[in-house]
């Protein structure tokens, strides 16, 4: 997710292995979590492989974690010129996936009682006081609900939070909040940035 908040990067459960050993390779559960590494291994390049013929994808790195115990699997190259192997060591873009976290972070705090769901930004960035998007609540943030904001940040933004908080004290919406959902990176930053200030935290160390 582009941002100027975000630009920083659990484990999954035996019963996780199980069901994607279960549901998605055609093995039943029980013995899904039984098997070793190389049944492990032999299950995901059973999916792989074919997944990653059907969509063109050069490479691709699938990690499963079950009792504290982590298996890595490695296929293709970094890029599609073939060059260099993908290993344990190449760094993908997290993407989207930031947003499930961050919501996840958002929901953790709420937990603890130190984000409050229905508070408006500017209790936590009183610079956004009186902006339209305070009119927003921290859930409409989650929800993209928040007045229509837009998929991606302006190509103009700089890349620092002045120029953000900026973005944010001027943008109009189009939709009242709670009216309008839109998929929206603006949306999911901010509600990132509320979170790590409700934790006291930058957002890298809050994640």
Same mark, same amino acid.
């Given at each position: 997710?582009?941002?100027?908040?975000h630009? &920083?990067?659990?484990?999954?459960?035996?019963?996780?292995?199980?069901? =994607?050993?279960?549901?998605?390779?055609?093995? $039943?559960?029980t013995?899904?979590?039984?098997?070793?590494?190389?049944?492990? &291994?032999?299950?995901? $390049? %059973?999916?792989? +492989?074919? #997944?990653?013929?059907?969509?063109?994808?050069?490479?691709?790195?699938?990690?499963?974690?079950?009792? +504290?115990r982590?298996?890595?699997?490695?296929? +293709? =190259?970094?890029?599609?010129?073939?060059?260099?192997?993908?290993? !344990? /060591?190449?760094?993908?873009?997290?993407?989207? @996936?930031? %947003?499930?976290?961050?919501? *996840?972070?958002?929901?953790?705090?709420?937990?603890?009682?130190?984000?409050?769901?229905?508070? /408006?930004?500017?209790?936590?960035?009183?610079?956004?006081? +009186?902006?339209?998007? $305070?009119?927003?609540?921290?859930?409409?943030?989650?929800?993209?609900?928040?007045?229509?904001?837009?998929?991606?940040?302006?190509?103009?933004?700089?890349?620092? !939070?002045?120029a953000?908080?900026?973005? =944010?004290? /001027?943008?109009?919406? *189009?939709?009242?909040?709670? @009216?309008?959902?839109?998929?929206?990176?603006?949306?999911?930053?901010? #509600?990132?940035w509320?979170?790590? &200030?409700?934790?006291?935290?930058?957002?890298?160390?809050?994640?």
């Amino acid at each position: 997710m582009p941002s100027p908040m975000h630009r &920083r990067l659990h484990r999954t459960s035996a019963t996780f292995l199980g069901l =994607f050993l279960g549901l998605f390779l055609g093995l $039943d559960a029980t013995a899904a979590l039984a098997i070793d590494e190389a049944g492990i &291994r032999a299950a995901v $390049d %059973k999916t792989i +492989g074919p #997944l990653m013929s059907q969509h063109d994808i050069p490479g691709m790195a699938v990690a499963i974690t079950v009792d +504290g115990r982590a298996y890595v699997f490695n296929y +293709g =190259f970094m890029s599609r010129r073939g060059q260099e192997p993908v290993t !344990d /060591h190449t760094l993908f873009e997290v993407g989207s @996936v930031t %947003k499930v976290l961050t919501a *996840t972070l958002a929901a953790y705090a709420a937990s603890l009682g130190k984000l409050s769901l229905d508070a /408006h930004p500017s209790r936590y960035l009183p610079a956004l006081k +009186g902006a339209a998007i $305070d009119k927003a609540t921290a859930l409409q943030l989650a929800s993209y609900t928040a007045g229509d904001l837009p998929l991606q940040f302006p190509d103009s933004l700089e890349g620092d !939070d002045a120029a953000a908080l900026n973005y =944010f004290r /001027h943008w109009q919406p *189009t939709a009242a909040p709670g @009216v309008v959902r839109s998929y929206s990176n603006p949306s999911l930053a901010l #509600l990132g940035w509320v979170t790590a &200030r409700a934790l006291g935290q930058d957002y890298s160390a809050a994640m």
